[in-house]
């Protein structure tokens, strides 16, 4: 051995592996790259879609429970006028029996031609039915009896009118209302959608892949922002 041979296998190291030592202080052999400022701006606005999403999520379940709310208010309403509407057209069948009665006696006795029980039944006459007959003589007895006269209106008549109107209104209200927080509810699918395709661009995909899911999130963001924009609010 030359003594060239013997200094160069002096100065180099040798791994007991059979391999050369490699330099601790070199770090590893494969270095990830340090992230893009593309990439930092996209995380950036991808934390910010997630939390105005998920503001947009709370929102519409609120208002999903306050027109829910709302829906069950205007059913018990519409119960109890449909209730009083009810007992009150049973009053006014009530009064139309005793005005039919009072008026059976009242064409026996001028059938008999007793005109002093004539005039003691025509005293007895209910307002309501008084205000037809006079209409219906007036009108030279033109309908079959004081009762087609449109003129009468027993009492509780127009209040059982009013009441089944008011029973009517507030069902269709309740329905409406029940439509309101179901347009809601489908909204948070849409959000739930926007934050599925937000957090996926979040992943370690290609840069053009991970914009596009990003862009997907601010679409359907956007979308369902101006669709809540139509709906009524409650507070």
Not at 3 to 16: I, K, L
Not at 99 to 127: C, G, H, W
Not at 140 to 162: I, N, T, V
Request: with cysteine; glycine share 8%.
């Amino acid at each position: 051995m030359t003594d060239d041979e013997a200094s160069g296998t002096r100065g180099t190291p040798v791994d007991d592996s059979g391999g050369d030592r490699e330099d601790p202080g070199a770090g590893p052999s494969r270095a990830e790259p340090p992230p893009t400022r593309g990439g930092n701006v996209r995380e950036v606005l991808t934390v910010l879609v997630l939390s105005l999403t998920a503001v947009l999520t709370a929102w519409c379940g609120f208002q999903y429970s306050k027109w829910g709310g709302e829906m069950s208010i205007a059913f018990s309403q519409a119960s109890t006028a449909r209730i009083q509407s009810v007992s009150a057209d049973g009053q006014a069948r009530d009064a139309r029996s005793f005005d039919l009665v009072i008026y059976a006696q009242y064409v026996n006795a001028m059938a008999k031609e007793d005109t002093q029980l004539v005039a003691y039944i025509s005293d007895r006459f209910t307002p309501a039915f008084r205000v037809a007959f006079d209409d219906w003589i007036a009108h030279e007895r033109a309908l079959p009896a004081p009762f087609s006269e449109p003129s009468y209106a027993p009492p509780g008549l127009a209040e059982a009118k009013q009441l089944s109107e008011r029973a009517d209104a507030k069902f269709q209200k309740a329905l409406d209302n029940n439509a309101r927080g179901d347009r809601y509810s489908l909204l948070t699918v849409l959000f739930a959608l926007v934050l599925f395709f937000a957090a996926m661009s979040g992943r370690n995909w290609r840069p053009w892949a991970a914009w596009t899911f990003f862009g997907v999130a601010v679409a359907l963001a956007v979308v369902g922002v101006v669709i809540m924009s139509t709906y009524p609010v409650i507070i």
